[in-house]
Nanobody, 118 residues
Framework: VQLQASGGGLVQAGGSLRLSCAAS??????MGWLRQAPGKEREFVAV????????SYAESVKGRFIISRDNARNTVYLQMNSLKPEDTAVFYC??????????????WGRGTQVTVSS
């Protein structure tokens, strides 16, 4: 499975961005978004089951971020609203088990930078 994330950029606090992750190969994995801020460990953001019926979010993004997928296009999305400066990080999409642990995702994309200015 190869993953390519896109959609990152610079946005002001309170703004929105939508990340996309295009997958090639097997599409029956759960898909997740994780992020890593400078000097911090990689952390879970959101995950969606392969059929899209189940989702889970980190507490820090609940109510602001929405994960979705279009299996016909082999693409997963992360709609990010009400962005805060503390959301600044490199965001990675990953494929694997339905889990909130980074260790359970066996396939990773390269990451896309999200920067939120105050």
């Amino acid at each position: 499975v190869q993953l390519q994330a896109s959609g990152g950029g610079l946005v002001q606090a309170g703004g929105s961005l939508r990340l996309s992750c295009a997958a090639s190969g097997r599409s029956t994995y759960a898909m997740g978004w994780l992020r890593q801020a400078p000097g911090k460990e990689r952390e879970f953001v959101a995950v969606i089951s392969w059929r899209g019926g189940s989702t889970s979010y980190a507490e820090s993004v609940k109510g602001r971020f929405i994960i979705s997928r279009d299996n016909a296009r082999n693409t997963v999305y992360l709609q990010m609203n009400s962005l805060k400066p503390e959301d600044t990080a490199v965001f990675y999409c990953a494929a694997g088990q339905y889990s909130t642990s980074a260790a359970d995702f066996g396939y990773w994309g390269r990451g896309t930078q999200v920067t939120v200015s105050s």
